[in-house]
């Protein structure tokens, strides 16, 4: 790390196809929520796996808040789904206080646009269009 994570920051890891999300809690700890574990607090160098990070400065910086914010997380439902609790759902509602993953919102929206587009043009290159 070059410079000094605050508590609140989004962080971004680059995995094969997506961005890997977590939020930054302070005292060198990362809240995450990963398909083969679920949602885990773990230590930064555990969630940066030796890979860049991006780093997403935020306006959060009421520490009462995003505690409440994480006890209301970790008595919810900690399992992982890609489409309603993801890595980026969790971080997005600790740090703004709602679930969003634009990750899938522009998955959806792509599939959709490339289903209409193939089915549109040329109906046998459909299903190519909707997964490029």
């Known amino acids: 790390m070059d410079f000094v994570l605050r508590q609140g920051d989004l962080l971004y890891r680059g995995d094969i196809l997506v961005q890997h999300a977590g939020a930054y809690l302070g005292n060198n700890l990362v809240l995450h929520c990963a398909p083969e574990a679920g949602l885990e607090v773990i230590r930064y160098d555990e969630y940066s796996k030796g890979r860049t990070v991006r780093v997403i400065r935020t306006e959060v910086d009421?520490?009462?808040?995003?505690?409440?914010?994480?006890q209301s997380i970790i008595e919810g439902d900690q399992r992982y789904h890609v489409l309603l609790n993801n890595c980026e759902h969790i971080a997005n509602l600790l740090i703004c206080g709602r679930k969003c993953s634009p990750q899938v919102q522009a998955a959806i929206i792509g599939a959709l646009v490339g289903t209409f587009a193939g089915w549109h043009t040329n109906?046998?290159?459909?299903?190519?269009?909707?997964?490029?």
């Open 62 to 70: 009421d520490a009462s808040l995003l505690a409440m914010r994480l």
């Open 123 to 132: 109906r046998q290159n459909w299903f190519w269009l909707t997964l490029i």
